[in-house]
């Protein structure tokens, strides 16, 4: 339980601590408020039961003659609604207690759903190259709730019940000892004694839930991710078959979890009553004892009322942590790894301006080796090159050479596992890192788009207030689809593309991805196979465009067709992760047989 709490703790801010300790100040105090509220009505039952009491009992007397009743009539009026305004004000105090806890539980979703969200932006990029992107969206959308609506919120109602529990307890000890000794020892014991025959196997369910619920969201994501090919290929009830059994399992876990933590509840509401009603038979007396019993059974009915409820919630409160486990220990990891320190700034108000690190002298790849984790090899070794500025690279080699990978350490999105990549002079690490990259423009193979506008995919993740149409345009016309876009779109920049870019073909999707990369102006144009999807009269238009650039941009081409880096200023050849050849396309085609083969088979 302890260690329960301290990953909770450790994912709050001081202020959210803080908050967190002042709301169970109000519950403790709720507890307190309840326990008077209880107690408030044995003297109005006792007075209902037998008027004569306000004589024999000096408190109610006492009360009786300083407010100056006249009747006895009047005396259990004002009773009355002492007992109602008493019951009044505390419903009051839960309502609001409840707001300020939803108030709370909400705002927390946020805070920790941003940063976690931060702290997966501030893993390395090879972070990403093993963890499923469904398993970390699931933890970001679902889990953080998880975590506050299932731990963090039943922990929370465990104490609160514990504390009414308590003052309940303690009321009925000051009644009558021995029955309210009976009371804990009968109800505590019997949940006690089915939380340690449960509890294990609610950490099992709540395992299985954990990884029936991850493996549900993965298979929805990929039957919908997947429409277009599984439509062809007629496998719709492949992917529906596997996403059902998932959800079987993850529906079977709920059920269970939830009998059990329903289980002492009705068990143990007739052993409550049925006690009331053996101290009702036992009594069955003299007229004198029952008019002592009504105040004493109104206590005990209003009680256990109240204390039934709190002892199951504390019960169901228990069961719901434990199954939920997994959550806060995923989260708890993810956090701590991820770097982002809970009482950081994970939301600025404006976007970082950082100056871009300029290439003005060269590029340099010294000695570098590359190897990715849990791989047989490295995928780079010992590569040493220097690119000038303003001049076209070439990167060409078969499949698996090292070729995107060479280009992942040029753009810092790998950090050589020896070696170093300098800039001017300057080695590339994580405190220049960040500038670096704002001088760098990188088109991918496969272009990610989102359901919005082109203009919002050109300036992709800039502020609305700080767009720049002008340079979108540009970036357009570079790209070779500023004529498409405004004489065939009916909405021209402002056309939603869809989900991926569903209502664009592959080359008008990869000329968006072309067109992002040129928006801030870069000193630096990294192509991966950028024109791979284009058709040969688009891929010549749009490399006509480029060569417009040709001096005035230092342009990096990884490409698996010659005729992409034909006009290259060095081709490098790359096999098995090291350069093995150079040279101009004419100097290659002579002297390469590898590029000889290549060119001769059209590539």
């Known amino acids: 339980m302890f260690a329960i709490i301290r990953k909770i703790l ?21 507890a307190c408020i309840e326990m008077v509220g209880i107690a408030s009505i044995m003297p109005f039952m006792a007075v209902v039961a037998s008027p004569n009491v306000i004589n024999t009992n000096k408190w109610l007397k006492q009360v009786y003659g300083f407010l100056e009743f006249s009747s006895l009539h009047k005396f259990l009026f004002f009773l009355g609604m002492l007992v109602l305004g008493l019951l009044v004000f505390i419903n009051l105090f839960k309502t609001m207690n409840t707001w300020l806890i939803l108030k709370y539980d909400n705002w927390l979703i946020n805070r920790l759903s941003s940063r976690l969200l931060a702290s997966y932006h501030n893993r390395p990029y090879d972070f990403f190259l093993n963890r499923n992107t469904n398993e970390m969206g699931k933890n970001l959308l679902l889990e953080t709730n998880n975590v506050i609506m299932k731990v963090l919120d039943p922990g929370r109602q465990v104490l609160s019940n514990v504390l009414v529990s308590f003052f309940i307890l303690v009321l009925l000890f000051v009644v009558n000892p021995f029955i309210a000794t009976i009371a804990a020892v009968v109800l505590g014991g019997s949940y006690a004694i089915i939380y340690l025959i449960t509890h294990k196997r609610m950490v099992s369910i709540g395992q299985g839930q954990f990884e029936a619920n991850a493996l549900k969201y993965k298979a929805a994501t990929e039957a919908l991710a997947g429409i277009k090919d599984l439509k062809i290929l007629g496998r719709e009830m492949e992917f529906l078959a596997r996403y059902v059994v998932h959800a079987q399992h993850h529906a079977q876990s709920n059920i269970s979890a939830g009998v059990i933590s329903q289980l002492p509840r009705y068990a143990l509401e007739t052993i409550a009553f049925g006690g009331i009603l053996i101290i009702i038979l036992i009594n069955l ?46 989260l708890h990891q993810d956090m701590r790894e991820g770097g982002v320190s809970a009482n950081s700034d994970i939301v ?56 995107t990978t060479a280009a992942d350490i040029i753009l810092g999105l790998l950090s050589p596992t020896s070696g170093q990549i300098m800039v001017d002079g300057m080695d590339i690490r994580s405190d220049n890192l960040a500038s670096w990259q704002r001088n760098v423009g990188y088109v991918p ?27 979108v345009v540009r970036a357009a016309r570079i790209a070779n689809m500023n004529r498409f876009i405004e004489n065939e779109l009916p909405d021209g920049f402002e056309t939603v593309i869809g989900e991926r870019g569903v209502r664009l073909s592959g080359g008008q999707r990869q000329r968006i991805g072309i067109a992002r990369a040129l928006y801030h102006d870069p000193a630096v144009l990294i192509m991966d196979e950028a024109t791979s999807a284009l058709d040969g009269i688009t891929e010549e238009a749009v490399m006509e465009a480029l060569r417009n650039l040709s001096g005035k941009k230092t342009i990096i081409t990884i490409a698996h067709r010659l005729t992409t880096v034909k006009d290259c200023d060095v081709i490098y050849l790359m096999e098995q992760g090291r350069i093995v050849n150079q040279g101009t396309y004419d100097e290659l085609l002579k002297y390469s047989l590898w590029f000889q083969t290549a060119a001769r088979m059209g590539s």
């Not at 450790?10 to 105090?29: H, P």
């Not at 193979?445 to 340079?471: R, S, W």
């Open 348 to 403: 600025p108000l404006e976007t970082k301006k950082l100056e871009p690190l300029p290439l003005t002298h060269e590029l340099e790849l010294k000695n570098v080796t590359f190897s990715y984790p849990g791989a047989k090899g490295p995928s780079l070794q010992e590569i040493s090159l220097t690119i000038m500025p303003n001049t076209s690279i070439g990167f060409v080699g078969a499949t698996g050479s090292g070729k």
């Open 285 to 330: 007396g003299s007229e004198e004892t029952v008019n002592q019993m009504i105040p004493l059974l109104a206590l005990y009915a209003f009680a256990g009322y109240r204390l039934l409820p709190a002892l199951q919630q504390i019960f169901s409160g228990i069961s719901t942590v434990r199954v939920n486990l997994p959550a806060l220990e995923v």
């Open 445 to 471: 193979q496969h272009i990610y788009l989102c359901d919005d506008t082109i203009t919002h995919n050109i300036a992709f993740g800039v502020p609305e207030k700080e767009f720049d149409m002008a340079a």
């Open 10 to 30: 450790d994912l709050l801010s001081a202020r959210e601590k803080l908050q967190l300790y002042l709301l169970f100040v109000s519950l403790a105090v709720m």
